[in-house]
């Protein structure tokens, strides 16, 4: 089944940049999705189809994707945005729905 | 606004079967595919499967000869199955609308989550 791949762990300081990766073979012809996940809550669909943000979703969120590796971004980094993120897939062949593994990302 | 809310006991013995209900209210029942996901304390995020309102279903692999969801428009609900459940099957299940277009599909509304632990 197809594999997407996350570091576990990404660290950033309030103002700043984080960028999460998610990895997998040619997800550039495949529409990413990315979830956050606070603690003890459902996930938050905050980009879809790679790039649009669902209505709510501050314009600090954004998605792209190159190559083999897709990027959630997130500019002027808040304590809020402390959770786990997680990216997803459909592939239409064996597991259609598949999540990468999370990452946690840490507001320093 | 939609909203989604499960439903079922929070405690199933080895070897039984699961039974788990998701009630959706807010927004259009019938074009869309519903799915269930389940998460285990501490791990990341698991696809169970996906039905749509005729009937028709997806399974994840892994879970497939153990799972049934079905759906009753009626009453806007649709539920999950989990046969011969271990430990391993504990964890928090989630139910979600699955928005579709093109080739891909993503989880744009979830329910809060309801906790199962499989224990005798």
């Known amino acids: 089944s197809y594999v997407l791949t996350q570091p576990p762990s990404v660290s950033v300081a309030p103002g700043k940049t984080a960028r999460i990766t998610c990895g997998g073979d040619?997800?550039?012809?495949?529409?990413v999705h990315w979830y956050q996940q606070k603690p003890g809550q459902a996930p938050v669909l905050v980009i879809y189809?790679?790039?649009d943000r669902p209505s709510g979703i501050p314009e600090r969120f954004s998605g792209s994707t190159s190559g083999n590796t897709a990027t959630l971004t997130i500019s002027g980094v808040e304590a809020g945005d402390e959770a786990d993120y997680y990216c997803q897939v459909w592939d239409s062949s064996g597991d259609p729905l598949v999540f990468g593994g999370g990452t946690k990302l840490t507001v320093l | 606004q939609v909203q989604l809310q499960e439903s079922g006991p929070g405690l199933v013995k080895p070897s039984e079967t699961l039974s788990l209900t998701c009630t959706v209210s807010?927004?259009?029942?019938?074009?869309?595919?519903w799915s269930w996901i389940r998460q285990p304390a501490g791990k990341g995020l698991e696809w169970i499967g996906r039905?749509?309102?005729?009937?028709?279903?997806n399974y994840n692999p892994s879970l497939k000869s153990r799972v049934t969801m079905s759906i009753d428009t009626s009453k806007n609900q649709f539920s999950l199955r989990l046969t011969s459940v271990t430990a391993a099957d504990t964890a928090v299940y989630y139910c979600?609308?699955?928005?579709?277009?093109?080739?891909?599909?993503?989880?744009?509304?979830w329910g809060q989550g309801t906790l199962v632990t499989v224990s005798s």
């Open positions: 189809y790679d790039s």
């Open positions: 807010g927004g259009s029942f019938s074009t869309y595919y």
């Open positions: 040619t997800i550039g012809s495949k529409s």
């Open positions: 979600a609308r699955l928005h579709c277009s093109g080739t891909s599909c993503c989880l744009d509304y």
């Open positions: 039905i749509y309102t005729s009937g028709g279903t």
